[in-house]
């Protein structure tokens, strides 16, 4: 399965608070003061605490950090000098950290040694009715506030070298944090408000720009869905594009914007898209045309699976089309590609959809259509090509047909674009 991913919308689950643990009294009953309160008092367990991750072991407790105490700090092995990345969780059901947590403690562990990793525990205020833990992540981000402004009494400690990694609603304290703290923090991530996506694919996807930093995955800005899987919406210039994930650049445009990509199924998650322009001539069809195309693209490195153009709005006829295509495998240098019409599958739709075609246009032939060129643009490389038909006395393709282009050009020819005359009527 493949994904695509654009702004991650999380839903809000309701749901009750657990109780705090029950613990039995000196005669084995239990105390009367669980019938008076179900959260663990403050006392025995602060709200908000900072956890210094030592080991990537998820079983390992850690070191907490204090405020006003610096022997913690010490006794944890505090780098002040070295690069602090605090990860914030957001709600939760089960008042319980989530897997992915320990699997980004330990991305990040391996990809920045000996960095700091703090986990910031907020549960007992996220695990809560979600609008309440909504009504908390102000009060969570001060905490985390107050923490940085502790700790940038220390000597050698930046604030230059902290990184916020917020998710869900997570994401909300890491920007109460930054707005609150004196000063400005190196840099804030809210991947979770950045993309759209299946739950904890932000997450995923934040820890494959760790551990795959060779193989980073490029979002495209796009103002709808509809455009971008047309491929209309691969360019870089202005910054309308950007790695995500840990090797984000920052952007000076403050505005909000959307961003998309596809991606595999699994990690490394980056995909290679490209833009396909196909100007479609016809001179025997006047009525609608509704071809099923599949391209092959041959290259250096490799050659492509068989993957489909999808059709998002109707084909236009003696018009330019088009389409978005995206391999998982990096296919070098573009060499060829292969279009293919599939022959129409023979269902009682397809029959009756035949049927009305023929019925609106008694005199109708054989539906036909000529491609002489296809223009392809890679979004990882912006490089762009032209493809030109290996024949060009035969640009005719039908169902159940094909036609093979080859490299012609480096670029596009963008006017003057001559037309193909109807020399094959």
């Known amino acids: 399965m493949r994904n695509s991913g654009l702004l991650c919308l999380w839903s809000a689950y309701c749901c009750f608070a657990a109780g705090g643990p029950a613990t039995l009294g000196p005669e084995g009953r239990l105390q009367d003061e669980l019938n008076k309160s179900r959260v663990v008092p403050a ?33 944890c092995g505090f780098n002040m000098t070295a690069k602090t990345f605090f990860i914030i969780h957001g709600w939760t059901m089960s008042g319980m950290f989530e897997s992915w947590l320990y699997k980004l403690v330990s991305a990040l562990q391996t990809r920045e040694k000996g960095a700091n990793v703090v986990v910031v525990d907020w549960l007992p205020l996220a695990h809560q009715l979600y609008i309440d833990a909504v009504n908390n992540t102000r009060e969570v981000g001060h905490s985390v506030a107050r923490m940085l402004n502790w700790l940038q009494g220390k000597e050698d400690f930046s604030l230059g070298d902290v990184h916020l990694i917020g998710y869900s609603l997570g994401a909300h304290v890491a920007g109460y944090a930054g707005n609150f703290v004196k000063g400005t923090v190196g840099r804030i991530t ?10 904890e694919r932000a997450v995923h ?8 930093q060779d193989k980073p995955s490029f979002a495209f800005q796009c103002t709808d869905s509809n455009r971008f899987k047309k491929g209309i919406c ?49 001179y025997k069809n006047t009525g609608e045309i509704e071809p099923t195309f599949y391209v092959t693209i041959y290259g250096t ?33 573009l060499l060829k590609i292969r279009l293919t019409w599939e022959r129409t599958s023979q269902s009682w739709y397809n029959l009756w959809k035949e049927l009305r075609s023929y019925l609106s246009q008694p005199r109708r032939s054989e539906q036909e259509l000529n491609i002489r060129r296809i223009r392809v643009k890679s979004g ?8 030109c038909a290996e024949d060009l006395e035969n640009t005719r393709i039908s169902p159940g047909q094909e036609l093979w282009f080859h490299k012609c050009r480096d670029g596009w020819r963008m006017k003057n674009e001559t037309s193909p005359t109807p020399e094959h009527p």
């Open 43 to 75: 006392a025995a367990k602060p709200p908000v605490r900072f956890n210094l991750r030592t080991s990537e072991d998820p079983e390992h407790e850690g070191c907490y950090l204090s405020f006003d105490h610096n022997q913690p700090l010490e006794d």
């Open 190 to 199: 809210a991947i979770a408000e950045v993309v759209r996506c299946e739950h």
């Open 205 to 212: 996807l934040f820890v494959d720009s760790l551990v795959n």
């Open 234 to 282: 691969l360019s870089c210039r202005k910054n309308r594009c950007n790695s995500i994930g840990y090797n984000a650049k920052k952007m000076r445009n403050k505005r909000n914007s959307k961003m998309y990509l596809k991606t595999r199924a699994g990690m490394p998650f980056r995909v290679y898209h490209y833009q396909m322009k196909i100007h479609v001539f016809s």
């Open 301 to 333: 490195n490799a050659d492509s699976q068989i993957l489909p153009l999808e059709i998002v709005e109707q084909i236009g006829l003696n018009a330019t089309n088009t389409f978005l295509v995206y391999t998982e495998e990096d296919l070098g240098d």
């Open 380 to 387: 990882e490389t912006q490089r762009k090509l032209t493809f």
